[in-house]
């Protein structure tokens, strides 16, 4: 297997844009975590799924973010629109038996809001 | 507030030599788990203790648990270059929590 992959790598956009991150789990793997590393805050989990249906958002910071979970082997993180502090490492993670087991992550998405 | 805190914030040591980390944490808890994160990467999986446990290894990988104390140590024995790296603990109380994590580099 492949492992988890997140796309784009880098992102960098202006304050305001629209910004999409996009995370494909591991094939099987029934839970899917959203988390957010910054050197002030360290990993944060923002948001996870089982089965594609939506768990626990109480991580998520603001309306300003949504994710959802169409299918079993895809996700998106939205931030609409972006500001300056969202800027930070974006990794997806995915595990079998959830979130206290062990976790897949995949190489995460830097973004950069200017 | 943060449920896993690691101790100490970074560590430099010879290579060869052993490392130990230490985690903190606040409430009751499942498993605890240990993560290494190399640098621009993601984090890989160490290892997993559960509660009714108190000392498991893996390899090189030694981790003991009190549950009495809330804390956790991870020892890497015979410490390589490869070691270097940023080690976090994970808590599942409520919800997963990572701490900050200790940076470690071994030396040549």
């Known amino acids: 297997d492949a492992g988890v992959i997140q796309s784009p790598r880098h992102e960098v956009t202006e304050m305001g844009q629209e910004v999409t991150l996009r995370c494909k789990p591991i094939s099987g793997h029934d839970y899917l975590f959203w988390y957010r590393q910054t050197m002030m805050r360290g990993l944060e989990l923002l948001i996870y799924f089982n089965n594609n249906v939506p768990i626990d958002d109480s991580g998520m910071p603001e309306d300003r973010f949504s994710a959802k979970m169409p299918n079993a082997s895809f996700s998106t993180l939205k931030i609409q629109p972006s500001e300056p502090r969202d800027s930070a490492v974006y990794f997806c993670?995915?595990?079998?038996f959830g979130q206290g087991v062990e976790q897949y992550f995949g190489p995460g998405t830097r973004l950069t809001v200017t | 507030s943060q449920q896993g805190e690691e101790d100490p914030q970074a560590l430099s040591i010879q290579e060869g030599e052993n490392a130990t980390m230490n985690c903190s944490y606040k409430?009751?808890?499942?498993?605890l788990q240990w993560y290494r994160q190399n640098s621009g990467r993601g984090l890989v999986h160490l290892i997993l203790i559960r509660s009714n446990e108190r000392e498991k290894h893996s390899g090189r990988l030694r981790v003991t648990l009190d549950t009495s104390k809330k804390s956790s140590s991870l020892l890497i024995t015979a410490s390589r270059a490869a070691d270097t790296a940023s080690y976090f603990c994970a808590t599942d109380g409520d919800k997963i929590i990572f701490g900050k994590g200790t940076r470690l580099h071994i030396l040549p």
């Open positions: 409430t009751s808890i499942n498993n």
């Open positions: 993670a995915s595990s079998l």
